[in-house]
């Protein structure tokens, strides 16, 4: 069995995922043009398999991006990190378990970062919820070769600015490819040709230096 998504549409699917007991389904022609469908499959008949194009144009350009948190899907494409709830994209003042999210993207506090990222490599960039912070590795700059920078969501800590919900870390140093958590401990794989794996998380600072978050 099988579903057509988006056929004709121009867009190759960049990325599968699940809420819920829907399937979300993100496409992009790699361009910059993204789209997102759920797919409502409960019924064990394919009959009654139900496909809706979502109202948001933005997608996510990664597979390995997509992060389950709060029962939602952070994503990330040439435009900021977005979340979503299965129906519609994350936007006002929505609640959740956690509190209050008042944004439109969930990265407004690093655009100009996020607008620098490189348009060809972000297809690989990679994503992973641990411990109330979502990690992020992404390819930072259009000279960029490879993912080469992370950023850190902690989506619990409340701003007391503005109302929003989360604060943003970045890390240089680390070109991590993909994430795993084992025994408690969150471990990256490098993206270079190095053999690389770190293990993240593992102190109050970076290599000695104080970090900044950004609210």
């Known amino acids: 069995n099988f579903v057509r998504v988006g056929q004709g549409d121009g867009l190759k699917i960049s990325g599968i995922n699940v809420i819920n007991s829907s399937i979300i389904i993100f496409k992009s022609d790699e361009q910059g043009n993204t789209a997102t469908y759920t797919l409502f499959n409960d019924d064990p008949d394919p009959a009654n398999w139900y496909l809706l194009r979502t109202d948001t144009d933005e997608g996510s350009e990664s597979h390995k991006v997509a992060t389950r948190w709060d029962n939602k ?55 992973i919820d641990f411990e109330n912070r979502m990690y992020f590795a992404v390819p930072s700059t259009s000279a960029s070769t ?49 053999g690389f794996v770190y293990k993240l998380q593992d102190s109050r600072n970076f290599n000695g230096t104080a970090i900044d978050s950004h609210f």
């Open 73 to 127: 899907l952070a994503y990330l494409n040439r435009n900021g990190f977005y979340g979503f709830n299965g129906v519609q994209r994350v936007r006002g003042a929505g609640s959740t378990e956690l509190g209050k999210i008042a944004v439109d993207t969930i990265s407004q506090d690093i655009e100009p970062d996020v607008l620098a990222y490189s348009k060809t490599l972000i297809k690989g960039s990679a994503g």
């Open 146 to 194: 490879a993912n080469d920078k992370l950023y850190v969501y902690d989506y619990v800590r409340l701003s007391t600015s503005d109302r929003k919900l989360g604060a943003w870390v970045p890390f240089t140093g680390h070109s991590v490819n993909n994430f795993v958590i084992h025994d408690g401990g969150l471990y990256g794989g490098s993206s270079i040709a190095n």
